[in-house]
């Protein structure tokens, strides 16, 4: 197993930037490719960017492409999310997400088996 902590969320203006991290516990952390989901009330989670175990390959919601970039530090068993060109509809809790299917990179909730906890991110108008 590997538990995720999320960190970085807050409150900015709408085109700021922020980065949110999570910092997963153990040693296998590049067995994981990991993911960003966001979740807005009365929404549906919805699936922000992912990127593969080793890192070379990565995916964009249509909504954040060339906005956010997901990246990962293996030597520090953290994913990272940076958030560019922020607006109000980016307003959500961000979770982060590991999986350890076949793929090499997840897409959806249900490929990804562990949770962080999630963290606030609330863009002002």
């Known amino acids: 197993q590997v538990q995720l902590v999320e960190s970085g969320g807050g409150l900015v203006q709408a085109g700021g930037s922020l980065g949110l991290s999570c910092a997963a516990s153990g040693r296998t952390f590049s067995s994981y490719f990991m993911g960003w989901f966001r979740q807005a009330p009365g929404k549906e989670r919805e699936s922000v960017a992912h990127?593969?175990?080793?890192?070379?390959?990565?995916s964009y919601a249509d909504s954040v492409k060339g906005r956010f970039t997901i990246s990962r530090d293996n030597t520090r068993n953290t994913v990272y999310l940076q958030m560019n060109s922020l607006e109000p509809e980016d307003t959500a809790v961000y979770y982060c997400?590991?999986?350890?299917?076949?793929?090499?990179?997840?897409?959806?909730?249900?490929?990804?088996?562990?949770w962080g906890q999630g963290t606030q991110v609330t863009v002002s108008s």
């Open positions: 990127i593969s175990r080793g890192g070379s390959s990565t």
């Open positions: 997400a590991a999986g350890s299917g076949r793929q090499r990179i997840g897409q959806t909730t249900d490929e990804y088996n562990y």
